[in-house]
């Protein structure tokens, strides 16, 4: 089973969807960040959930 690390940003609601996605695509591309959860609330507020895997590095002598 995979281990990630999870890193949550919170959008206020006069944020763009062009901004949003300006932001999201910064973290994928920088960081090696991936969308795994992006919930939109009524008063348009964008609580976005980005995941990466932990790697581990492993001993080889």
């Known amino acids: 089973m995979?281990?990630?690390?999870?890193?949550?940003?919170?959008?206020?609601r006069g944020t763009t969807r062009d901004a949003a996605r300006r932001i999201m695509t910064e973290?994928?591309?920088?960081?090696?960040?991936?969308?795994?959860?992006?919930?939109?609330?009524p008063d348009g507020r964008r609580r976005i959930q980005l995941r990466r895997k932990v790697i581990r590095a492993v001993r080889t002598f």
Do not use: K, Q
């Open 27 to 41: 973290h994928a591309e920088h960081g090696g960040w991936e969308l795994d959860r992006l919930r939109l609330y």
């Open 2 to 12: 995979a281990e990630y690390t999870y890193l949550v940003l919170s959008l206020p």
